[in-house]
């Protein structure tokens, strides 16, 4: 019998709604609901992985223990009694910071796991935490923090309303959006040139966002902030800054003046590879448009300067008025507002404590993951020795990835919560693997804060849980309740576990500003009143926010933070000429080198795992290194030639794709791929291994303000292979 099943797809930030339909066990289609608030019926080429990772004959279903290259299955109590054990045995030798986590990025797609993952975190005390938010948006986190009051107050484009986009190293035609919910991306950019508006794309590659734009701009990587402080000089200094109604909330408007002031177009044109006039033109055309936003993405938050770049897209944004206003950079008025959560002033600090061994700083309690491998290595008082991972896999995702390979596999204890035997599990003592997604209820807790709409949308679990499988919040739970120790830890644990993730949703939607609280006629919203309406409710387009939802302590925006200022010197040290510390920069150029490497996504994939799915890795080889033609010329390199990437960190070999869609002197090698190593179980992923550009990367380049990877610009060299 064919049953319809209302679910969010919970494989990228989009959030699309789908209807699923299954018989029996079978999933018989997957299709988009039109009746999606927010995804209008779209639906991209992966969800078709909601069914492949389910049925994937490669995901574990029980638990796993590796007795030296070999794994048996163990049953559930015992494991988690293992993994406790190993844990606290680390613990009690070397104390507490002597065990460290790390959290992956399907984390932030799973309820429960969102509940739970931080309950373990904080049960384990280490200083040692570690999550991929240190290899993807931690500026825009520091961004909002220092500017907003909360390291979730990011603003996200009203895209279905402004007039003008000015986008930095983003693809949410590969993304699907990213900091920006907006399912069916494209055809909301197209929906802005067709009301007149203009989409300008600024990124070392003509990606195909850039192709489907007005304009699009070859920047010189790791120059985007060079670039916004011309743009910013030419709107200072002709007039064109409008703050509007926020400017009486607003401080640093004098710092920020001065500070463009020493950046005319002229200044950054070289280093940026943007011509001055072409400069000038966008910061018109920008401050000029009746409505138009900024917005940055992982290319401009992945490189040396990530931080200060992200910062600068924001202080245009507020100079030019473009904040909290319509067609601008709005906040979301979520059903469930994590902020409000948040009052009772548990906010997320910057630099409290820094690593112990190159002194990066701490951001939300975390540290930035580019320092895991050397914590692992370095002998001394708080070295790391165990560790536990929930969905992650920083081998192949964060930079250096073949240092941590190594350092992983001389831990003492490492537990893995993950369904994957995958190229970082594959050193654990233990994996203890969640039910498949489709087999949990699930409420986008983050992604609904980042939408351009505000929508609500409750998704049933599709399929029972099979016979004795554990929840990924049940398995954290466990696992922080026995190793927290305190009676408060316990008692807490066994009161969320009585619960659980549906009815901690529904306190929030009720306690939340749709919500009437506990009244039985109160009409707000409420889990079952979600069910009620199983493609999601609509609660409007984005409205003004501010100043009720900052976080600052003086309730003021600050649009010109003391941290950024200070790091205008390093900026210009490291590109403009003449200015003292230039050459001495660690992220110069080798000698050697000639070419600046860049990663890039495709729509088929998403990081590292969704490699094992044959539909989406099926066709065109797509781990190819882009090249320009007028390199491959200078190279005698042509076409699908076999071609050896190297830097001081190591080598990778992949096959040449030569294109115009390049900037010269720029080469791009997508991210996640690397499945060729032994040990794993990803039989497709194996077949299709291509080459991991962390293998490339350097764990001590890093933005130095933020702490996160700079995987951007990497100094390579390319030749042809033997
Ligand atoms: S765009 Fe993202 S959320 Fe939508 S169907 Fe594709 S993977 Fe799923």
């Known amino acids: 019998m064919t049953t319809r099943h209302h679910r969010t797809c919970t494989l990228c930030e989009a959030m699309c709604g789908l209807v699923i339909t299954t018989d029996g066990d079978r999933i018989t289609g997957i299709r988009g609901d039109a009746d999606d608030p927010l995804s209008r019926g779209h639906l991209c080429p992966k969800a078709v992985a909601l069914q492949d990772v389910h049925t994937d004959p490669d995901r574990l279903r029980q638990p796993m223990r590796r007795l030296g290259d070999r794994w048996e299955p163990i049953a559930w109590d015992a494991a988690l009694r293992l993994a406790v054990d190993g844990l606290r045995r680390v613990q009690r030798a070397h104390g507490r910071d002597a065990v460290a986590s790390y959290v992956g990025n399907p984390t932030v797609h799973s309820l429960g796991a969102m509940l739970f993952a931080p309950r373990l975190v904080r049960a384990l005390r280490s200083r040692n935490r570690f999550s991929a938010t240190s290899v993807d948006q931690l500026p825009a986190h520091v961004v909002a923090l220092q500017c907003f009051g909360h390291a979730l107050l990011i603003p996200v484009p009203d895209l279905d309303r402004t007039q003008h986009v000015l986008m930095l190293g983003a693809n949410p035609a590969a993304s699907n959006g990213s900091l920006m919910t907006a399912p069916g991306v494209m055809d909301r950019l197209a929906a802005i040139r067709a009301r007149g508006g203009r989409v300008v794309v600024i990124d070392p590659r003509r990606s195909e966002t850039a192709a489907a734009a007005d304009e699009h701009h070859f920047i010189r990587p790791g120059t985007d902030a060079l670039f916004l402080l011309g743009v910013l000089h030419v709107v200072m200094t002709e007039r064109l800054a409008r703050p509007g109604p926020l400017e009486s909330l607003m401080t640093g408007l004098d710092a920020l003046h001065a500070l463009a002031g020493r950046f005319p177009p002229e200044r950054v044109a070289p280093a940026t590879g943007i011509g001055a006039d072409v400069i000038r033109r966008l910061a018109r055309d920008f401050a000029q448009a009746p409505r138009a936003v900024a917005y940055g993405r992982v290319g401009v938050s992945m490189q040396e300067f990530g931080g200060l770049a992200t910062w600068l897209i924001t202080a245009l944004n507020l100079v030019t008025g473009r904040v909290d206003a319509e067609g601008g950079a709005m906040f979301t008025r979520p059903a469930v507002d994590i902020l409000r959560a948040d009052q009772a002033g548990s906010r997320p600090r910057f630099g409290r404590w820094t690593s112990r061994v190159r002194g990066l700083p701490e951001f939300a309690g975390e540290l930035p993951v580019s320092a895991l491998a050397e914590e692992i290595e370095t002998p001394g008082p708080g070295q790391v020795r165990a560790l536990v991972t929930h969905a992650g896999n920083p081998v192949l995702s964060t930079p250096n990835g073949a240092r ?287 080459a991991s550009i962390n293998d490339l990367t350097d764990d001590q380049r890093v933005d130095a303000l933020t702490g996160n990877a700079a995987f951007s610009g990497v100094a390579v060299t390319v030749a042809a292979e033997g």
């Not at 699930?442 to 351009?452: K, M, N, Q, S």
């Not at 016979?467 to 990924?472: E, Q």
């Not at 066994?494 to 609280?517: E, F, I, K, N, Q």
């Open 404 to 690: 941590l390979d190594r350092a992983l596999a001389g831990l003492e204890w490492f537990v893995a919560v993950d369904c994957y035997l995958n190229e970082t599990t594959r050193h654990a003592h233990l994996i203890l693997p969640p039910t498949s997604p489709l087999e949990r209820e699930h409420y986008d807790l983050v992604f609904h804060t980042l939408a351009v709409r505000d929508t609500a949308r409750w998704s049933g679990a599709v399929f029972p849980r099979p016979p004795g499988a554990r929840h990924d919040w049940e398995i954290l739970n466990a696992l922080a309740g026995a190793l927290d120790g305190t009676v408060r830890g316990r008692l807490e644990g066994a009161v969320l576990a009585r619960l659980g993730p549906r009815r901690l949703v529904d306190h929030g939607l009720r306690t939340g500003p749709y919500g009437t609280g506990y009244r039985p006629f109160g009409g707000g919203l409420t889990v079952r009143a979600l069910e009620r309406a199983p493609s999601g409710v609509d609660l409007g387009a984005l409205k003004p926010a501010l100043p009720g939802r900052l976080r600052t302590a003086d309730r003021r925006i600050h649009a010109a933070p003391e941290l950024f200022l200070a790091d205008i010197a390093r900026l210009e040290a490291r590109f403009l000429a003449g200015a003292p510390g230039g050459e001495e920069h660690p992220g110069a150029r080798p000698p050697t080198a000639d070419l600046e490497l860049i990663g890039r996504r495709a729509l088929r994939s998403c990081n590292s795992w969704m490699h094992n799915s044959e539909r989406l890795v099926r066709g065109k080889r797509r781990c190819t290194l882009q090249m320009h033609p007028d390199d491959a010329a200078r190279r005698g390199l042509a076409d699908g030639a076999s071609v050896r990437i190297t830097t001081p960190r190591g080598a990778v070999t992949a096959e040449l794709e030569v294109t115009d869609a390049l900037m010269p002197g720029v080469v791009s090698l997508p991210h996640g791929w690397g499945h060729d190593r032994p040990g794993i179980r990803l039989g497709v992923a194996q077949a299709h291994a291509g």
